[in-house]
């Protein structure tokens, strides 16, 4: 049952709020864990599972994301006649580790529409969509190739998930789920819902494999909260017209959309850094 899966999307034209005044002028999606900005996990994960075409939904702003993936012949010169041979291969590799192309998401209309301002490049096919905000460290596969395995065996539409703790639950959109033959099989999605109203503690967590059809439904999809078109919404839509499957996704997971979730990101991959974790460790264990 398996399809020729090629592309992802990345949302990227978010305002990121939460992290005023960092991102007045700096993309939230270019604020670094450790020394790589947040969309170079991202892409690094997509690359991993085989999604190598890959587009971003991008807004005004968003530009130092189109230069960070594109080749800075100045940098790589100076560094190269510098000598500085390993930053010189990070920056070359960076530059060419991926195809991407751009697409101007023009009002904040929501994360369905962003979703759906990348249909015409996207086309008849399945597709990958990941929020990069949400940083996922592998323990083996990464989680875009969880994803893709139940993919590849349904041919169905397949969402990342993760159990969060009751205090949590009101702020992720969760499933309601049934066991199909060994499979997570997708009832309904509901939205940042009470924990008295939540029907599990299964979180959608920014990863997610769909058919094209779910193009077709956010077109249709009214506004909803907050005057946006949801992606939830045309999801529960999708998953009462074909099966829509969830994986419960192993790896360590980081909301680093918010600013614990990203200091917490920055201090476990500071603390494993092959050159600067053992003077951190060292460092925190002294502040403590």
């Not at 033959?181 to 979180?203: C, F, H, Q, V, Y």
């Not at 909260?225 to 419960?248: F, K, R, S």
């Amino acid at each position: 049952m398996g399809t020729s899966l090629r592309k992802i999307v990345f949302p990227t034209a978010g305002m990121g709020t939460r992290f005023l005044p960092a991102t007045k002028a700096t993309p939230k999606e270019m604020l670094t864990i450790v020394d790589k900005p947040l969309i170079q996990y991202g892409v690094e994960e997509a690359l991993a599972a085989g999604l190598g075409e890959i587009v971003m939904v991008t807004g005004r702003g968003k530009r130092s994301i189109e230069d960070h993936f594109d080749i800075s012949a100045e940098l790589e010169t100076n560094l190269h006649a510098a000598g500085k041979d390993d930053l010189y291969k990070t920056v070359s590799h960076v530059a060419r580790m991926a195809n991407v192309a751009y697409i101007r998401q023009k009002q904040p209309l929501g994360l369905g529409h962003a979703v759906l301002c990348a249909a015409p490049w996207v086309g008849d096919e399945c597709f990958g969509v990941s929020l990069a905000d949400e940083l996922i460290l592998p323990e083996g596969k990464s989680a875009m190739q969880q994803l893709r395995e139940v993919h590849e065996q349904t041919g169905a539409s397949v969402i990342g998930l993760a159990p969060v703790p009751d205090q949590e639950v009101s702020r992720y959109g969760i499933v309601k789920a049934n066991d199909e033959n060994g499979l997570l099989r997708l009832e309904t999605m509901i939205e940042k819902p009470s924990i008295d109203e939540a029907p599990s503690n299964l979180a959608m967590i920014g990863r997610y494999i769909f058919t094209p059809r779910l193009f077709g439904l956010l077109k249709d999809t009214k506004p909803g909260a907050g005057g946006e078109i949801q992606l939830t919404d045309a999801m529960c839509q999708l998953a009462a017209e074909e099966p829509v499957y969830g994986v419960v996704v192993e790896g360590a997971r980081f909301d680093a959309g918010n600013p614990y979730g990203f200091l917490l990101a920055n201090a476990t991959l500071g603390l494993q850094h092959k050159e600067h974790g053992e003077a951190l460790r060292t460092a925190l264990k002294a502040l403590l």
